[in-house]
């Protein structure tokens, strides 16, 4: 469903993405976790034609990014680090906007934007404007941007971040619910709590380079050295720690 | 402790880094600085000039010149500092980690009275040290005079400042801060767009014929006494003036009185601040809900108003018009817009055309021709203030459309025409309003008509071009877009490409509209010059059009949010 083909992006001589490909099924939710600066945002803004790689490719349900862009993102919903939403329109008249760029009529935009609110706990605050809205109100409203065309593949970068406690179990419960319905999920998070409880795969990403790929378990066995199951955090650690030395 | 230099050290370093990503943008910005210098220099130094000729009558004139000079500096700079010290105190996002650092709230006054008076003031230094500099040119003054003249600027600065920061603090512990802050953009709004047609009204062109100096002698002279002995512009001026020469006084007493009242007032501010900036602040925070009731209709009527429209376009008009209306600092722009228009008609109203003389005849010819670049060049500073800002409006929120199934192609074309659109047809409107008043030939206004329909295509699609290669994606406010260093080259830019299609146009409609002088048809030779003439304008405005969109769509799938 998802397919990184030799992927890079290089900032003069610094390198940000070096090389990277992947793939992740159908139905997958896939977990992108590395230290800050690693490169995750980077990939994702290619991922979703936020910024043109220097070489490489991306391949979304199978239409490719850049040769194919508006079939690929009409598949996608994307969920942004920082939700920058336009301040001075409502929730419900963002939600009926952007369900319009993707191609849905006036009135099932409206429909599905009410449920949506409804879904999110923002139908209270739906008349009012997002300049009011706190920064969880924004990610889930942000969300619910996400999802207002049914998308194929989601592609979330932090979306726990700025989320209250319920809004975070809310969050983890609609992701596992979208995955169980088919929806291909690509994920990057800090949290590796997040990661170990809601990815099927796991790709650990330093420097730029894609350093580990895999099930937890194949994780697992990739750093465990004989340890008995360790925990994401350890195995982390030290593909990280093997990767610095 | 933090010493308040290194609290202004951040914008500082921002400054000195843009200046050092080229030296394009500080050579263009220095030569535009020392040809405005020149030329208020040139204007202040004619009119003082003159006031010297006058005898026993001069130095009433010169004081009351300078009294004028310094109450006008003093509004400007009351309204500025208002509105700007609202925003570096209590709207400005950096105030939150300032608040967290272990820093007092008297050096938090202080950093941010610099930044505010810095960032109101400029505009009035620009004007002051041409017009100080011509009166001590003029009147032969000594050095005393500029040392006391570059004093008193620095503590004239420093009375509004820190009244703005009072009047501020007061408003926010009053009303929400984005209220306050919308109400004193729509009141600066209507007071520059007064003060533009009070100074439209004053007839300024008469300065430029000895009798009209004449009158504006006589308006000097009526205006009022010397200024009341109460207000720092008179403080100041009375200051200057004994230095000038111009008549005797008590300098140091005025300049010691504007010392001591900055320096109180400096004060008072800071205390304040001191005291109740907590508590500002805090209610500064408070958000703006709007009522459903009244929102809501907006956005349908609007739908509705779309649906003969695609459907993306429609879509991004609807959005664009709705954060349009409710964003003060966008639609304030109207009204001084409105004033501009009102000016520009008035002074084809109030031109002497109408004796039948030669003379006339001629004038009307030249201002006809003038009238399309006039025409275009005000539509384009229209296209400044509400085409330019287009891209960087949308903001951080640009991955919203440029995630979305959207071709960059069709989100380009979407903008031009809700750009276009209304541009074109007020420019046309101002042209066929303005040539009917002059009384020009409808083959010249046709003519006129055909050329700014390209010609508005190019200039809309130079701005979008200019604000998507220059996008401030963090400023939301449009008029500070469009004083940015990219809004002027976009504005030189426009005013070269007028100038070359008005050279081209001006000979062939030139001797058409001299045949009209007798009532004399145009001969097909004529016509065909005409059509020859409109046909190479349009050739080139539609390559920069063409050229600009080509940039424009560049400079687009380069914008990274």
Redesign the interface.
Known sequence: MIRIVALRKAYGPLTAVDDLSLEVPAGTVFGFIGRNGAGKTTTIKMMMGLLAPTSGTVLLDGHDIRKAPEKAKAVTGFLPDRPHLYDKLTGAEYLGFVGGLYGLTAKDAARRAGALLGEFGLAAQAGELIETFSHGMKQRLSLAGALIHRPRILVLDEPMVGLDPEGAIAMRRLLLRLATDGVTIFLSTHSLAVAEELCGRIGILDRGKLVALGSMQELRAHAGNGREAPSLETVFLDILGATAA | MTSVLSLLQPRWLATRNVLRRGPTRPLVIGALTIAFWAAAFWLFGRVLGYFQTLADFGPLLTQRLLVLLFMSFFGILLISNTVTALTTFYLASDVTPLLASPLSFRRLHHARFIETLLSSSWMVVLVGIPALGAYGFVYGAGPAYYFAAAAVLLLFLVIPAALGVLVTTALVLVFPA?GTRDALLVGVGLMVAAMVVVVRMLDPERLAHPSGLVGFAGFLAGFGASGSPYVPSTWAAETLIPLLGARAGEPMFHLTLLALTAAMLFLVSATVVEQLFLTAWSRAQT????A?ET??PL?RWL?RLSWPLP??P??LL??DV??FL??ASQWSQLLLLCALVAIYVYNFSALPLNDGSRLALAMRDMAAILNLGLGAFVTTAIAVRFVYPMISLE???W?????????LERLWWSKFWIGFVPLVLFAEGLVVTTNTLLGVPVLVTAAFLVTLIPLMAAVVSLGLAFGASDPKLDS?NAAQIATGFGAIMYMLTCLGLIAAVVSIEAWPLARVLRLSRTETMATPEQLLLVVVAVCAASFLTLTAFGLARRSGLRAL??L??
């Open positions: 984005r958000g703006r809900v709007r459903m929102e809501r956005s739908v459907r993306v429609g879509l609807v959005k709705t954060v409710r964003d903001g951080r929120a991955w919203i459309l440029r995630t979305a199934p959207v071709a939301q799938d380069r990274v949010v």
